[in-house]
């Protein structure tokens, strides 16, 4: 399968522990985007990667998030000291131009 | 603030009818735009892309573009049962970033 991948596909984890997400995007995309949707909303950016540098990051992303893509391949989107807000689906998307690809997503909850 | 505005629906159509679902844009530098598909618990699909007035056929899916009345819609031809599911228009950010600007989904329930 050459699509986006993402893993792991479910985390639940207790309040004020971390986690980490990582992204495998089509093996020739420059571009990365992390999203996060929660029930009945479109999508809601993150942050961007061109290549390994990180272009853009949501003024909605608190310092708790942080997220990486070395050597301009896979990507990890970390969460420290989650809080039960940040249970939502986390999309990762990648493209070569303007049509985005999303991977399966993570679900991640938070008690 | 650009935005990408839907009908949040549920848009509920009887198997075999025609499924019309519309999306405005704000941002008059838009060129492209995107429908995906999204179920239940998954994640968007991307089904039909569009960049130029005028109608988009593929298969049982049309989008139309109006860039004069900032106006996209797909239509859906001859409805299945497993086109039920959340519709989403999106259009990229005219910046370099092109990040997707979503629109909150139509919900479409196709009757048997």
């Known amino acids: 399968d050459t699509g986006v991948s993402q893993n792991p596909r479910h985390k639940i984890t207790k309040r004020g522990q971390n986690v980490t997400f990582r992204c495998d995007p089509i093996s020739e995309h420059n571009r990365l985007y992390w999203y996060r949707q929660t029930l009945g909303q479109g999508p809601e950016f993150l942050t961007y990667?061109?290549?390994?540098?990180?272009?853009?990051k949501s003024r909605l992303l608190s310092d708790r998030f942080s997220a990486e893509r070395p050597k301009g391949s896979f990507s990890t989107l970390e969460i420290q000291r989650t809080e039960q807000g940040d249970s939502a689906m986390y999309l990762c998307?990648?493209?070569?131009?303007?049509?985005?690809?999303f991977g399966q997503g993570t679900r991640l909850t938070v008690v | 603030q650009k935005e990408v505005e839907q009908n949040s629906g549920p848009l509920s159509v009887p198997e075999g009818a025609i499924a019309s679902l519309n999306c405005t844009y704000s941002d008059r530098g838009s060129q492209s735009f995107f429908w995906y598909r999204q179920y239940s618990g998954k994640s968007p699909e991307l089904i039909m892309s569009i960049y130029s007035n005028g109608d988009k056929e593929d298969g049982r899916f049309t989008a139309q573009l109006n860039k004069a009345s900032q106006y996209v819609s797909l239509l859906i031809r001859d409805s299945q049962p497993s086109d039920s599911a959340t519709y989403l228009c999106?259009?990229?950010?005219?910046?370099?970033?092109?990040?997707?600007?979503w629109g909150l989904g139509t919900s479409l329930a196709v009757n048997p």
């Open positions: 998307a990648s493209s070569l131009e303007v049509q985005a690809f």
């Open positions: 990667f061109q290549n390994e540098a990180q272009l853009e």
């Open positions: 999106a259009a990229p950010n005219a910046g370099n970033n092109r990040k997707l600007i």
